[in-house]
Protein backbone atom coordinates (compact mmCIF):
# COMPACT_ATOMS: atom_id res chain seq x y z
CA UNK A 1 0.00 0.00 0.00
CA UNK A 2 1.34 3.41 -0.35
CA UNK A 3 2.89 5.89 2.07
CA UNK A 4 1.14 9.53 2.36
CA UNK A 5 3.82 12.09 3.29
CA UNK A 6 2.62 15.53 4.22
CA UNK A 7 4.70 18.05 2.60
CA UNK A 8 5.46 21.62 5.10
CA UNK A 9 5.69 24.72 2.86
CA UNK A 10 4.52 28.56 2.97
CA UNK A 11 3.18 28.15 -0.52
CA UNK A 12 6.40 29.18 -1.90
CA UNK A 13 8.95 27.52 -0.65
CA UNK A 14 9.20 23.74 0.26
CA UNK A 15 10.66 23.49 4.38
CA UNK A 16 13.75 21.33 4.51
CA UNK A 17 11.67 19.13 7.01
CA UNK A 18 9.98 17.37 4.86
CA UNK A 19 13.48 16.39 3.43
CA UNK A 20 13.89 14.87 6.42
CA UNK A 21 10.28 13.05 6.83
CA UNK A 22 10.59 11.79 3.49
CA UNK A 23 13.76 9.52 4.52
CA UNK A 24 12.13 8.11 6.88
CA UNK A 25 9.30 6.94 4.66
CA UNK A 26 11.65 5.22 2.53
CA UNK A 27 12.17 3.44 5.07
CA UNK A 28 8.65 2.03 5.72
CA UNK A 29 8.65 0.18 2.03
CA UNK A 30 6.00 1.33 -0.79
CA UNK A 31 5.23 3.83 -2.86
CA UNK A 32 5.29 7.58 -1.23
CA UNK A 33 2.83 10.07 -2.37
CA UNK A 34 3.78 13.78 -1.11
CA UNK A 35 0.22 15.72 -0.54
CA UNK A 36 1.28 19.64 -0.73
CA UNK A 37 -2.06 21.15 0.21
CA UNK A 38 -2.55 25.24 0.27
CA UNK A 39 -3.52 27.92 -1.74
CA UNK A 40 -1.19 29.09 -4.78
CA UNK A 41 1.10 26.72 -4.46
CA UNK A 42 1.63 24.92 -7.74
CA UNK A 43 5.63 25.71 -7.23
CA UNK A 44 5.92 23.87 -4.36
CA UNK A 45 4.22 20.96 -5.98
CA UNK A 46 6.75 21.18 -8.64
CA UNK A 47 9.65 21.13 -5.95
CA UNK A 48 8.00 18.22 -4.02
CA UNK A 49 7.87 16.20 -7.45
CA UNK A 50 11.43 16.56 -8.31
CA UNK A 51 12.35 14.97 -4.63
CA UNK A 52 14.67 11.80 -5.08
CA UNK A 53 11.92 9.00 -3.74
CA UNK A 54 8.62 10.61 -4.36
CA UNK A 55 6.27 8.43 -6.70
CA UNK A 56 3.18 10.86 -6.98
CA UNK A 57 2.24 14.68 -6.08
CA UNK A 58 -1.22 15.21 -5.14
CA UNK A 59 -1.73 19.13 -5.12
CA UNK A 60 -4.61 20.53 -3.10
CA UNK A 61 -4.89 24.12 -4.10
CA UNK A 62 -7.46 25.79 -2.79
CA UNK A 63 -8.64 29.09 -0.79
CA UNK A 64 -10.04 27.14 1.92
CA UNK A 65 -6.26 25.77 2.76
CA UNK A 66 -5.06 29.30 2.66
CA UNK A 67 -4.17 29.68 5.85
CA UNK A 68 -2.65 25.75 6.77
CA UNK A 69 -4.83 25.63 9.86
CA UNK A 70 -5.44 22.66 11.49
CA UNK A 71 -9.22 22.32 10.52
CA UNK A 72 -8.83 22.18 7.04
CA UNK A 73 -5.50 20.17 6.60
CA UNK A 74 -6.55 17.51 9.27
CA UNK A 75 -9.85 17.80 7.25
CA UNK A 76 -8.39 17.00 3.75
CA UNK A 77 -6.16 14.34 4.63
CA UNK A 78 -8.84 12.22 6.11
CA UNK A 79 -10.67 12.39 2.79
CA UNK A 80 -8.13 11.27 1.07
CA UNK A 81 -6.66 9.12 3.34
CA UNK A 82 -8.55 5.31 2.47
CA UNK A 83 -5.92 3.34 0.85
CA UNK A 84 -2.81 4.17 2.86
CA UNK A 85 -0.42 2.23 4.91
CA UNK A 86 0.93 4.97 6.12
CA UNK A 87 0.51 9.25 6.90
CA UNK A 88 3.71 11.25 8.08
CA UNK A 89 4.39 14.65 8.99
CA UNK A 90 7.38 16.52 10.15
CA UNK A 91 7.14 16.97 14.22
CA UNK A 92 7.28 20.60 13.54
CA UNK A 93 4.37 22.84 14.81
CA UNK A 94 2.95 22.15 11.51
CA UNK A 95 2.78 18.37 12.00
CA UNK A 96 1.90 18.69 15.46
CA UNK A 97 -0.87 20.88 14.77
CA UNK A 98 -2.95 18.97 12.50
CA UNK A 99 -1.58 15.09 12.86
CA UNK A 100 -3.07 14.22 15.98
CA UNK A 101 -6.75 15.54 14.46
CA UNK A 102 -6.04 13.01 11.35
CA UNK A 103 -5.18 10.17 13.75
CA UNK A 104 -8.31 10.41 16.53
CA UNK A 105 -11.05 11.49 13.33
CA UNK A 106 -9.07 7.72 11.84
CA UNK A 107 -9.93 6.65 15.13
CA UNK A 108 -5.39 5.00 15.46
CA UNK A 109 -3.18 6.34 17.87
CA UNK A 110 -0.03 8.64 16.66
CA UNK A 111 3.15 7.63 16.76
CA UNK A 112 5.05 10.95 17.70
CA UNK A 113 8.63 12.26 16.55
CA UNK A 114 9.92 9.04 15.82
CA UNK A 115 13.70 8.89 15.51
CA UNK A 116 14.14 5.37 13.69
CA UNK A 117 12.11 2.78 11.98
CA UNK A 118 12.56 -1.03 12.94
CA UNK A 119 9.87 -2.44 11.25
CA UNK A 120 6.82 -0.76 8.94
CA UNK A 121 4.60 -1.10 12.27
CA UNK A 122 7.38 -0.67 15.12
CA UNK A 123 9.14 2.70 15.46
CA UNK A 124 11.69 4.32 18.13
CA UNK A 125 10.94 7.47 19.83
CA UNK A 126 12.01 9.80 22.28
CA UNK A 127 10.22 10.15 26.03
CA UNK A 128 10.75 11.86 28.79
CA UNK A 129 13.07 14.64 27.60
CA UNK A 130 15.10 11.95 25.38
CA UNK A 131 16.04 10.36 28.74
CA UNK A 132 14.84 7.16 27.59
CA UNK A 133 13.81 5.54 23.88
CA UNK A 134 11.26 3.35 23.80
CA UNK A 135 10.18 0.92 20.87
CA UNK A 136 6.57 0.89 20.29
CA UNK A 137 4.94 -1.32 18.29
CA UNK A 138 1.20 0.24 16.47
CA UNK A 139 -2.12 -2.45 16.36
CA UNK A 140 -3.62 0.01 14.27
CA UNK A 141 -4.81 -0.23 10.35
CA UNK A 142 -2.82 3.14 9.68
CA UNK A 143 0.12 4.11 10.63
CA UNK A 144 -0.08 7.96 11.97
CA UNK A 145 3.55 9.32 12.57
CA UNK A 146 5.36 11.99 12.68
CA UNK A 147 8.97 12.39 12.40
CA UNK A 148 11.80 14.15 14.19
CA UNK A 149 13.76 15.76 11.86
CA UNK A 150 17.25 15.70 13.42
CA UNK A 151 16.45 11.35 13.31
CA UNK A 152 16.52 11.24 9.21
CA UNK A 153 19.02 12.35 6.51
CA UNK A 154 17.70 14.66 4.31
CA UNK A 155 16.15 13.72 1.47
CA UNK A 156 18.09 14.90 -1.75
CA UNK A 157 16.76 15.79 -5.74
CA UNK A 158 16.46 13.89 -8.10
CA UNK A 159 13.21 12.65 -8.63
CA UNK A 160 10.49 13.36 -11.43
CA UNK A 161 6.97 12.44 -10.14
CA UNK A 162 3.98 13.79 -11.98
CA UNK A 163 1.87 16.21 -10.13
CA UNK A 164 -2.26 15.81 -9.72
CA UNK A 165 -4.43 18.09 -8.97
CA UNK A 166 -6.93 16.70 -6.58
CA UNK A 167 -10.38 18.33 -6.13
CA UNK A 168 -10.61 19.31 -2.74
CA UNK A 169 -14.32 19.09 -0.71
CA UNK A 170 -15.85 21.54 1.22
CA UNK A 171 -13.73 21.04 4.69
CA UNK A 172 -15.88 23.08 7.01
CA UNK A 173 -13.12 24.33 8.95
CA UNK A 174 -14.39 27.85 10.89
CA UNK A 175 -11.04 29.20 12.43
CA UNK A 176 -9.56 32.24 11.23
CA UNK A 177 -6.04 33.43 11.02
CA UNK A 178 -5.72 37.20 11.84
CA UNK A 179 -1.79 37.37 11.48
CA UNK A 180 1.52 36.19 11.42
CA UNK A 181 4.50 37.58 13.11
CA UNK A 182 7.63 35.72 11.84
CA UNK A 183 10.81 36.65 12.94
CA UNK A 184 13.20 37.65 9.97
CA UNK A 185 16.09 37.05 9.77
CA UNK A 186 19.55 36.59 7.38
CA UNK A 187 20.68 33.97 8.97
CA UNK A 188 20.33 30.16 8.23
CA UNK A 189 17.30 28.20 9.70
CA UNK A 190 18.00 26.96 12.98
CA UNK A 191 16.63 23.50 12.78
CA UNK A 192 18.38 22.84 9.49
CA UNK A 193 22.05 24.77 10.33
CA UNK A 194 25.14 23.72 10.27
CA UNK A 195 26.71 25.43 13.21
CA UNK A 196 24.41 27.14 15.89
CA UNK A 197 25.69 29.92 18.48
CA UNK A 198 22.87 29.61 21.33
CA UNK A 199 23.11 31.70 24.53
CA UNK A 200 21.35 31.50 27.89
CA UNK A 201 20.61 33.48 31.29
CA UNK A 202 24.30 34.22 31.14
CA UNK A 203 23.70 37.01 28.66
CA UNK A 204 21.84 38.85 31.24
CA UNK A 205 19.83 40.84 29.44
CA UNK A 206 18.66 41.55 25.30
CA UNK A 207 21.32 43.73 24.46
CA UNK A 208 24.03 41.68 25.52
CA UNK A 209 22.52 38.75 23.87
CA UNK A 210 23.28 40.26 20.27
CA UNK A 211 26.10 42.50 21.40
CA UNK A 212 28.04 39.46 22.36
CA UNK A 213 26.86 36.44 20.04
CA UNK A 214 26.05 38.41 16.70
CA UNK A 215 29.79 39.05 16.22
CA UNK A 216 30.36 35.28 16.48
CA UNK A 217 27.73 34.01 13.94
CA UNK A 218 28.48 36.29 11.64
CA UNK A 219 31.54 34.96 12.13
CA UNK A 220 30.53 31.80 11.76
CA UNK A 221 27.96 31.66 9.53
CA UNK A 222 25.58 30.73 12.00
CA UNK A 223 21.91 30.52 13.59
CA UNK A 224 21.53 31.51 16.43
CA UNK A 225 19.49 29.78 19.28
CA UNK A 226 18.74 30.29 23.23
CA UNK A 227 17.54 28.47 26.55
CA UNK A 228 14.18 29.18 27.79
CA UNK A 229 15.50 31.47 29.77
CA UNK A 230 16.62 33.57 27.59
CA UNK A 231 13.47 33.89 25.70
CA UNK A 232 11.20 33.97 28.89
CA UNK A 233 13.56 37.43 29.60
CA UNK A 234 12.68 38.45 26.16
CA UNK A 235 16.65 38.46 25.05
CA UNK A 236 15.47 36.77 22.28
CA UNK A 237 12.05 35.72 20.23
CA UNK A 238 10.78 32.05 21.06
CA UNK A 239 11.35 30.35 17.48
CA UNK A 240 14.56 30.65 19.26
CA UNK A 241 14.57 28.18 21.83
CA UNK A 242 16.31 25.03 21.93
CA UNK A 243 14.82 22.39 24.21
CA UNK A 244 12.56 19.52 24.93
CA UNK A 245 9.60 22.19 24.20
CA UNK A 246 11.28 24.35 21.59
CA UNK A 247 13.32 23.13 18.98
CA UNK A 248 15.28 19.97 19.10
CA UNK A 249 18.50 20.27 16.64
CA UNK A 250 21.61 18.59 15.69
CA UNK A 251 24.07 20.74 13.77
CA UNK A 252 27.77 19.86 13.04
CA UNK A 253 29.20 22.68 15.86
CA UNK A 254 26.07 23.98 18.83
CA UNK A 255 28.17 26.44 21.59
CA UNK A 256 26.45 26.83 24.57
CA UNK A 257 27.22 30.28 25.71
CA UNK A 258 25.80 30.96 29.58
CA UNK A 259 23.66 28.37 29.82
CA UNK A 260 23.52 26.28 32.98
CA UNK A 261 22.39 22.74 31.20
CA UNK A 262 18.95 21.53 32.57
CA UNK A 263 17.85 18.52 31.01
CA UNK A 264 14.87 20.16 29.29
CA UNK A 265 17.79 22.21 27.57
CA UNK A 266 20.10 19.10 26.47
CA UNK A 267 17.01 17.46 25.12
CA UNK A 268 17.60 19.18 22.22
CA UNK A 269 20.43 19.69 21.54
CA UNK A 270 22.54 16.84 23.07
CA UNK A 271 22.60 15.03 19.69
CA UNK A 272 24.64 17.72 17.98
CA UNK A 273 28.18 15.89 16.36
CA UNK A 274 29.94 18.34 18.64
CA UNK A 275 28.86 20.71 21.96
CA UNK A 276 31.25 23.53 22.86
CA UNK A 277 30.07 24.75 26.71
CA UNK A 278 31.42 28.36 27.81
CA UNK A 279 30.25 28.70 31.58
CA UNK A 280 31.41 30.76 34.63
CA UNK A 281 30.67 27.91 36.65
CA UNK A 282 32.66 25.03 36.44
CA UNK A 283 30.34 22.95 37.93
CA UNK A 284 27.39 23.78 34.93
CA UNK A 285 25.50 20.25 34.05
CA UNK A 286 26.13 21.66 30.40
CA UNK A 287 29.53 20.36 31.14
CA UNK A 288 28.68 16.70 31.04
CA UNK A 289 27.68 16.66 27.75
CA UNK A 290 30.58 19.19 26.34
CA UNK A 291 33.26 17.56 23.77
CA UNK A 292 35.51 20.97 24.80
CA UNK A 293 34.39 22.31 27.73
CA UNK A 294 35.85 26.41 28.56
CA UNK A 295 35.45 27.83 31.91
CA UNK A 296 35.21 31.66 31.94
CA UNK A 297 33.66 34.84 31.82
CA UNK A 298 31.62 34.86 28.62
CA UNK A 299 31.43 38.50 28.23
CA UNK A 300 35.90 38.09 27.69
CA UNK A 301 35.72 35.09 26.61
CA UNK A 302 33.19 35.15 23.54
CA UNK A 303 35.36 38.23 21.88
CA UNK A 304 38.47 36.84 22.32
CA UNK A 305 36.82 33.86 20.41
CA UNK A 306 35.74 36.48 17.62
CA UNK A 307 38.96 37.80 17.95
CA UNK A 308 41.25 34.44 17.08
CA UNK A 309 39.02 33.27 14.81
CA UNK A 310 40.31 36.00 12.55
CA UNK B 1 -18.88 30.29 30.58
CA UNK B 2 -17.30 26.87 32.25
CA UNK B 3 -13.65 25.80 31.70
CA UNK B 4 -12.45 22.46 31.60
CA UNK B 5 -8.68 22.06 32.17
CA UNK B 6 -7.32 18.44 32.40
CA UNK B 7 -4.14 17.86 34.51
CA UNK B 8 -2.08 14.72 34.29
CA UNK B 9 -0.15 12.97 36.89
CA UNK B 10 3.57 12.72 35.94
CA UNK B 11 7.05 12.77 37.14
CA UNK B 12 8.34 15.91 38.35
CA UNK B 13 10.58 17.80 35.99
CA UNK B 14 13.50 18.12 38.63
CA UNK B 15 13.78 14.47 38.12
CA UNK B 16 16.05 12.58 35.36
CA UNK B 17 13.93 9.97 34.64
CA UNK B 18 15.72 6.55 35.10
CA UNK B 19 15.34 3.74 32.61
CA UNK B 20 14.56 0.53 34.25
CA UNK B 21 17.18 -2.70 34.21
CA UNK B 22 15.17 -4.75 32.87
CA UNK B 23 14.33 -2.43 29.54
CA UNK B 24 9.96 -2.74 30.69
CA UNK B 25 9.97 0.90 30.91
CA UNK B 26 10.86 4.00 33.34
CA UNK B 27 11.36 3.75 36.69
CA UNK B 28 8.52 5.18 38.65
CA UNK B 29 8.97 3.89 42.22
CA UNK B 30 9.70 6.37 45.05
CA UNK B 31 10.04 8.97 42.49
CA UNK B 32 8.43 12.74 43.10
CA UNK B 33 5.33 12.98 41.04
CA UNK B 34 3.77 16.29 40.02
CA UNK B 35 1.07 18.21 38.00
CA UNK B 36 2.25 18.29 34.30
CA UNK B 37 3.80 21.90 34.11
CA UNK B 38 2.04 22.85 30.70
CA UNK B 39 -1.10 22.22 33.10
CA UNK B 40 -0.22 24.04 35.66
CA UNK B 41 0.45 26.91 33.47
CA UNK B 42 -3.44 26.11 31.74
CA UNK B 43 -5.43 25.84 35.02
CA UNK B 44 -3.76 29.42 36.28
CA UNK B 45 -5.25 30.65 32.69
CA UNK B 46 -8.40 29.13 33.70
CA UNK B 47 -8.52 31.23 37.08
CA UNK B 48 -7.15 34.67 35.41
CA UNK B 49 -10.79 34.13 33.47
CA UNK B 50 -12.71 33.32 36.01
CA UNK B 51 -11.27 36.28 37.78
CA UNK B 52 -11.42 38.68 35.26
CA UNK B 53 -15.62 37.25 35.16
CA UNK B 54 -15.34 35.81 31.64
CA UNK B 55 -15.09 31.94 33.36
CA UNK B 56 -17.73 31.19 36.04
CA UNK B 57 -16.81 27.87 36.56
CA UNK B 58 -13.86 25.78 36.54
CA UNK B 59 -13.17 22.09 36.09
CA UNK B 60 -10.08 20.34 36.23
CA UNK B 61 -10.13 16.27 35.15
CA UNK B 62 -7.43 13.90 35.47
CA UNK B 63 -7.26 10.53 33.91
CA UNK B 64 -5.62 7.68 35.58
CA UNK B 65 -4.56 5.96 39.12
CA UNK B 66 -6.44 6.92 42.04
CA UNK B 67 -3.47 8.78 43.01
CA UNK B 68 -4.06 11.50 40.39
CA UNK B 69 -6.86 12.84 43.38
CA UNK B 70 -3.52 14.70 44.49
CA UNK B 71 -2.66 16.25 41.52
CA UNK B 72 -6.82 17.39 41.02
CA UNK B 73 -6.31 18.63 44.84
CA UNK B 74 -3.15 20.87 43.79
CA UNK B 75 -5.67 22.21 40.87
CA UNK B 76 -8.55 23.11 43.58
CA UNK B 77 -5.79 24.76 45.77
CA UNK B 78 -4.91 26.84 42.75
CA UNK B 79 -8.58 27.99 42.24
CA UNK B 80 -10.60 25.25 40.33
CA UNK B 81 -13.97 24.59 41.59
CA UNK B 82 -14.34 21.32 41.43
CA UNK B 83 -12.48 18.48 40.14
CA UNK B 84 -13.61 14.88 38.53
CA UNK B 85 -11.24 11.72 38.31
CA UNK B 86 -11.14 9.03 35.95
CA UNK B 87 -10.03 6.27 37.76
CA UNK B 88 -8.30 3.90 35.35
CA UNK B 89 -5.55 1.35 36.76
CA UNK B 90 -4.78 0.53 32.78
CA UNK B 91 -2.20 2.68 30.82
CA UNK B 92 -3.98 5.55 29.17
CA UNK B 93 -2.61 6.97 25.85
CA UNK B 94 -3.77 9.74 24.18
CA UNK B 95 -6.24 8.47 22.15
CA UNK B 96 -7.99 6.97 25.01
CA UNK B 97 -7.34 10.24 27.06
CA UNK B 98 -9.07 12.29 24.27
CA UNK B 99 -12.11 10.16 24.06
CA UNK B 100 -12.82 10.16 28.15
CA UNK B 101 -12.52 13.92 27.79
CA UNK B 102 -14.75 14.09 24.69
CA UNK B 103 -17.25 11.85 26.78
CA UNK B 104 -16.98 14.50 29.91
CA UNK B 105 -17.13 17.35 27.65
CA UNK B 106 -20.47 15.93 26.19
CA UNK B 107 -21.85 15.60 30.16
CA UNK B 108 -20.55 19.13 30.89
CA UNK B 109 -20.91 21.37 28.07
CA UNK B 110 -17.97 23.35 28.91
CA UNK B 111 -17.04 26.42 26.44
CA UNK B 112 -13.65 26.05 26.71
CA UNK B 113 -11.23 22.87 27.35
CA UNK B 114 -7.44 24.28 28.24
CA UNK B 115 -5.03 21.71 28.30
CA UNK B 116 -1.17 21.60 28.26
CA UNK B 117 0.20 21.25 25.03
CA UNK B 118 2.74 18.37 25.78
CA UNK B 119 2.72 16.07 28.59
CA UNK B 120 6.64 15.57 30.13
CA UNK B 121 6.09 12.10 30.26
CA UNK B 122 5.15 10.74 27.21
CA UNK B 123 6.17 13.76 24.94
CA UNK B 124 2.98 12.81 22.64
CA UNK B 125 1.90 17.00 21.97
CA UNK B 126 -1.50 15.32 20.99
CA UNK B 127 -4.25 14.89 23.62
CA UNK B 128 -5.77 18.24 22.78
CA UNK B 129 -6.03 18.44 19.41
CA UNK B 130 -7.27 14.75 19.08
CA UNK B 131 -10.06 16.17 21.90
CA UNK B 132 -10.91 18.84 19.26
CA UNK B 133 -11.10 16.58 16.68
CA UNK B 134 -13.14 14.19 18.13
CA UNK B 135 -15.49 16.67 19.37
CA UNK B 136 -15.38 18.92 15.80
CA UNK B 137 -14.47 22.12 17.67
CA UNK B 138 -11.98 24.47 16.60
CA UNK B 139 -8.38 24.34 18.39
CA UNK B 140 -5.46 26.83 18.74
CA UNK B 141 -2.13 24.90 19.80
CA UNK B 142 1.07 26.49 21.78
CA UNK B 143 -0.79 29.68 23.39
CA UNK B 144 1.05 32.06 24.54
CA UNK B 145 -1.69 34.68 24.89
CA UNK B 146 -5.64 33.71 25.03
CA UNK B 147 -8.22 36.31 24.38
CA UNK B 148 -11.82 35.24 25.03
CA UNK B 149 -14.58 37.93 23.67
CA UNK B 150 -18.04 37.45 21.99
CA UNK B 151 -18.20 34.13 21.61
CA UNK B 152 -14.24 33.39 20.45
CA UNK B 153 -10.90 32.74 21.63
CA UNK B 154 -8.44 35.05 19.57
CA UNK B 155 -5.10 33.06 20.22
CA UNK B 156 -1.47 34.02 19.95
CA UNK B 157 0.57 31.15 19.26
CA UNK B 158 4.51 30.10 19.38
CA UNK B 159 5.16 28.49 16.16
CA UNK B 160 8.54 27.98 14.30
CA UNK B 161 8.71 30.80 12.60
CA UNK B 162 7.48 33.00 15.01
CA UNK B 163 4.40 33.97 16.52
CA UNK B 164 0.91 33.39 14.76
CA UNK B 165 -2.74 34.64 16.11
CA UNK B 166 -6.21 33.02 15.56
CA UNK B 167 -9.92 33.63 16.01
CA UNK B 168 -11.10 30.38 17.01
CA UNK B 169 -15.39 29.61 17.59
CA UNK B 170 -16.30 28.74 20.79
CA UNK B 171 -16.39 25.88 21.63
CA UNK B 172 -12.81 25.24 21.46
CA UNK B 173 -10.08 23.32 22.69
CA UNK B 174 -6.47 25.84 23.02
CA UNK B 175 -3.16 24.28 24.29
CA UNK B 176 -1.24 26.20 26.21
CA UNK B 177 2.66 26.94 25.77
CA UNK B 178 5.54 28.19 28.46
CA UNK B 179 5.25 31.75 28.28
CA UNK B 180 1.27 31.88 28.54
CA UNK B 181 1.51 32.98 32.17
CA UNK B 182 3.47 32.18 35.26
CA UNK B 183 1.56 30.14 37.79
CA UNK B 184 0.90 31.19 40.85
CA UNK B 185 1.98 29.20 44.56
CA UNK B 186 -1.15 27.63 46.18
CA UNK B 187 -1.25 28.87 49.94
CA UNK B 188 -1.86 26.90 52.96
CA UNK B 189 -5.46 28.51 53.08
CA UNK B 190 -6.74 27.60 50.01
CA UNK B 191 -4.85 23.68 50.28
CA UNK B 192 -6.94 23.58 53.35
CA UNK B 193 -10.00 24.82 51.27
CA UNK B 194 -9.22 22.66 48.33
CA UNK B 195 -9.92 19.63 50.89
CA UNK B 196 -13.71 20.60 51.22
CA UNK B 197 -14.24 21.07 47.34
CA UNK B 198 -15.75 18.57 45.30
CA UNK B 199 -14.23 15.85 43.69
CA UNK B 200 -15.93 13.08 41.84
CA UNK B 201 -14.81 9.74 40.50
CA UNK B 202 -15.85 8.22 37.50
CA UNK B 203 -14.71 4.76 35.47
CA UNK B 204 -13.98 4.46 31.78
CA UNK B 205 -17.01 1.99 31.00
CA UNK B 206 -19.15 4.71 32.92
CA UNK B 207 -18.29 6.64 30.35
CA UNK B 208 -18.67 4.09 27.55
CA UNK B 209 -15.40 4.29 26.28
CA UNK B 210 -12.90 1.32 25.58
CA UNK B 211 -9.25 2.62 26.57
CA UNK B 212 -7.13 -0.25 25.46
CA UNK B 213 -4.16 0.93 24.57
CA UNK B 214 -3.57 0.70 20.70
CA UNK B 215 0.74 0.87 20.94
CA UNK B 216 2.61 -1.54 23.28
CA UNK B 217 6.04 -0.96 24.05
CA UNK B 218 8.30 -3.15 22.98
CA UNK B 219 11.59 -2.01 25.44
CA UNK B 220 12.86 1.17 26.57
CA UNK B 221 16.19 1.93 26.74
CA UNK B 222 19.22 3.94 27.96
CA UNK B 223 19.84 6.82 24.96
CA UNK B 224 23.70 6.76 23.51
CA UNK B 225 25.53 8.53 26.04
CA UNK B 226 27.96 10.87 24.76
CA UNK B 227 31.69 10.41 24.97
CA UNK B 228 33.42 12.43 27.72
CA UNK B 229 34.66 15.50 26.55
CA UNK B 230 37.65 18.05 28.03
CA UNK B 231 38.36 21.08 29.34
CA UNK B 232 40.55 23.61 26.94
CA UNK B 233 42.47 26.25 29.07
CA UNK B 234 41.54 28.90 26.89
CA UNK B 235 40.32 30.31 23.40
CA UNK B 236 43.46 29.41 21.62
CA UNK B 237 43.07 26.18 22.38
CA UNK B 238 39.52 25.86 21.51
CA UNK B 239 39.81 26.98 18.41
CA UNK B 240 42.64 24.87 17.29
CA UNK B 241 40.42 21.79 18.50
CA UNK B 242 37.31 22.85 16.38
CA UNK B 243 39.87 23.41 13.52
CA UNK B 244 42.29 20.38 13.66
CA UNK B 245 40.71 17.72 15.58
CA UNK B 246 37.33 17.77 15.34
CA UNK B 247 37.29 19.50 11.89
CA UNK B 248 33.59 21.67 12.74
CA UNK B 249 35.06 25.01 11.44
CA UNK B 250 37.43 26.32 8.80
C1 LIG C 1 7.97 22.21 31.31
C2 LIG C 1 9.30 22.82 31.09
C3 LIG C 1 9.81 22.88 29.80
C4 LIG C 1 11.04 23.46 29.56
N1 LIG C 1 11.51 23.49 28.28
C5 LIG C 1 12.72 24.04 28.05
C6 LIG C 1 13.26 24.07 26.72
O1 LIG C 1 12.64 23.62 25.75
N2 LIG C 1 14.47 24.64 26.55
C7 LIG C 1 15.21 25.16 27.59
O2 LIG C 1 16.31 25.68 27.36
N3 LIG C 1 14.71 25.13 28.84
C8 LIG C 1 13.49 24.60 29.09
N4 LIG C 1 13.00 24.61 30.36
C9 LIG C 1 13.73 25.40 31.40
C10 LIG C 1 14.91 24.68 32.02
O3 LIG C 1 14.45 23.88 33.08
C11 LIG C 1 15.90 25.73 32.57
O4 LIG C 1 15.24 26.57 33.49
C12 LIG C 1 16.54 26.62 31.49
O5 LIG C 1 17.03 25.82 30.43
C13 LIG C 1 17.65 27.46 32.10
O6 LIG C 1 18.16 28.36 31.15
P1 LIG C 1 19.66 28.90 31.27
O7 LIG C 1 20.61 27.77 31.23
O8 LIG C 1 19.82 29.97 30.25
O9 LIG C 1 19.64 29.65 32.67
P2 LIG C 1 20.36 29.27 34.04
O10 LIG C 1 20.04 27.89 34.45
O11 LIG C 1 20.07 30.38 34.95
O12 LIG C 1 21.90 29.26 33.66
C14 LIG C 1 22.64 30.41 33.36
C15 LIG C 1 24.09 29.97 33.25
O13 LIG C 1 24.89 31.08 32.84
C16 LIG C 1 26.12 31.02 33.53
N5 LIG C 1 26.68 32.38 33.57
C17 LIG C 1 26.17 33.48 34.19
N6 LIG C 1 26.94 34.54 33.95
C18 LIG C 1 27.96 34.13 33.17
C19 LIG C 1 29.11 34.79 32.60
N7 LIG C 1 29.31 36.10 32.77
N8 LIG C 1 29.95 34.05 31.86
C20 LIG C 1 29.74 32.71 31.68
N9 LIG C 1 28.69 32.05 32.19
C21 LIG C 1 27.80 32.75 32.93
C22 LIG C 1 25.78 30.49 34.90
O14 LIG C 1 26.91 29.88 35.51
C23 LIG C 1 24.68 29.48 34.58
O15 LIG C 1 25.23 28.17 34.36
C24 LIG C 1 11.78 24.01 30.63
C25 LIG C 1 11.29 23.94 31.92
C26 LIG C 1 10.06 23.34 32.16
C27 LIG C 1 9.54 23.28 33.54
N1 LIG D 1 -4.05 11.27 31.77
C1 LIG D 1 -4.38 12.56 31.58
N2 LIG D 1 -5.25 13.18 32.40
C2 LIG D 1 -5.60 14.46 32.22
N3 LIG D 1 -5.11 15.22 31.21
C3 LIG D 1 -4.25 14.66 30.36
C4 LIG D 1 -3.83 13.31 30.49
N4 LIG D 1 -2.97 13.05 29.48
C5 LIG D 1 -2.85 14.18 28.76
N5 LIG D 1 -3.61 15.16 29.28
C6 LIG D 1 -3.75 16.56 28.81
O1 LIG D 1 -3.25 16.64 27.48
C7 LIG D 1 -2.09 17.46 27.42
C8 LIG D 1 -1.11 16.94 26.40
O2 LIG D 1 -0.66 15.64 26.74
P1 LIG D 1 0.09 14.67 25.69
O3 LIG D 1 -0.74 14.64 24.46
O4 LIG D 1 0.13 13.35 26.38
O5 LIG D 1 1.45 15.25 25.46
C9 LIG D 1 -1.59 17.52 28.86
O6 LIG D 1 -0.85 18.69 29.07
C10 LIG D 1 -2.91 17.51 29.63
O7 LIG D 1 -3.53 18.78 29.60
Known amino acids: MPILVIAEHDDAVLKASTRNTLSAAKKLGGDIHMLVAGHGCAAVAQAAAALDGVAGVKLADDPQLAAHTAESVAALVVSMAAGYSHIVAPATTFGKNFLPRVAALLDVAQISDIVAVEAPDTFVRPIYAGNALATVKSSDAVKVITVRTTGFDAAGDGGSASVAA ?24 LAAAKIIVSGGRGLGNSENYHKVLEPLADKLGAAMGASRAAVDAGFAPNDYQVGQTGKVVAP ?11 IQHLAGMKDSKVIVAINKDAEAPIFQVADYGLVGDLFEVVPQLVAELG | MKVLVPVKRVIDYNVKARVKADGSGVDLANVKMSMNPFDEIAVEEAIRLKEAGVAKEVVAVSCGVAACQETLRTALALGADRAILVESDVELQPLAVAKLLKALCDKESPQLVICGKQAIDDDANQTGQMLAALLGWGQA ?12 ATVTREVDGGLETLKVSLPAVVTGDLRLNEPRYATLPNIMKAKKKPLETVKPADLGVDVTPRLTTLKVAEPAKRQAGERVADVQQLVAKLRNEAKVIA
Not at chain 1, 252 to 262: C, E, N, R, T
Open chain 1, 166 to 189: IAVPPLGATTDLVGRELTVSARPE
Open chain 1, 252 to 262: QLYLAIGISGA
Open chain 2, 141 to 152: TFASKVVVADGK
